[in-house]
């Protein structure tokens, strides 16, 4: 029986249908080589595998091939400079969410030790962004997730930045006079065809009703009681949802409703600002 090596390892991943970053990332990673980066596979494709090595790399293309996530596989995921631990008690932080974070860190431009809220924190992305970004915030999150809010505290500890974390259905209970309150809530409608190919991740972080807007409305009805006068709602949402996003903040009485694009243009994220004079 022949001796696997990188190349071979690579190649039978192919041939069994994994994309080839993935099997490079998993592979580094069987191989205790994470950090090494995909140029040493290159360098060193004829390198054996350990009968070890190797049952730990096709465990990992197995679990792969039936849609885990890469990043819980890894055990970690960059986001917005960040390298944040996850696992399955916590969505994947989506690099389309780093729009929602540069539009939060432009509306807080000017603003010293301003109070800022993240609602359904997870992993503790966003809040961990923008407090690693901006130091001077007074930053808050929450989550319904005690489970979750293990994730986010253990990242925020690992990383070294002071962020209130506390368990609460989105607003309740909350402090008045944000600055800022932000969130990527659910948003995938109940019916939605992709959701079997998310099974792997919370459900309960992912949909919110037959339309996929009930956590929004919630948020977007309670939110002017704890803003600042001027303060900004920011909202992450479906591909096909800002229009009803905006309509809902200008009925709710938010001024200047407006929506960014993400990474592929479209439109990913909507927010509005809560008028000084009501």
């Not at 069987?30 to 004829?46: E, K, Q, S, T």
């Not at 961990?128 to 809010?149: I, Q, T």
Request: one cysteine or more; hydrophobic letters at 50%.
């Amino acid at each position: 029986m022949s001796t696997a090596t990188v190349a071979s390892a690579l190649a039978g991943a192919a041939a069994g249908g994994l994309d080839r970053l993935d099997a490079q990332l998993l592979l580094l990673h069987a191989l205790g080589r994470a950090g090494a980066g995909r140029a040493w596979l290159l360098a060193h494709d004829d390198t054996p595998l350990d009968a070890a090595q190797a049952a730990a790399f096709d465990a990992l293309v197995q679990r792969r091939l039936d849609d885990e996530p890469v990043a819980y596989l890894l055990g970690e995921k960059e986001f917005h400079g960040l390298l944040l631990q996850v696992d399955t008690r916590v969505l994947v932080p989506r690099p389309d969410t780093e729009t929602l974070v540069d539009w939060a860190l432009e509306r807080l431009a000017g603003q010293p030790a301003a109070r800022a809220l993240d609602l359904g924190t997870g992993s503790g992305a966003i809040a961990l962004a923008l407090k690693h970004a901006r130091p001077d915030l007074d930053m808050h999150a929450v989550d319904a997730s005690a489970d979750a809010l293990a994730v986010a505290r253990a990242n925020a500890e690992r990383l070294g930045l002071a962020v209130d974390f506390r368990q609460a259905d989105w607003l309740a209970g909350a402090a008045r006079g944000h600055r800022l309150i932000v969130s990527n809530p659910p948003y995938v409608a109940a019916a939605d065809p992709h959701l079997p190919a998310l099974r792997h991740e919370p459900l309960s972080a992912l949909a919110a009703g037959a339309d996929g807007l009930d956590d929004i409305r919630s948020i977007v009805r309670d939110a002017p009681a704890h803003l600042a006068p001027d303060g900004w709602l920011l909202l992450e949402h479906g591909h096909d949802q800002a229009g009803a996003v905006r309509a809902l903040l200008t009925a709710c009485g938010f001024a200047d409703a407006q929506s960014r694009t993400d990474l592929a243009g479209i439109e990913r994220c909507s927010g509005a600002r809560w008028p000084a004079m009501k």
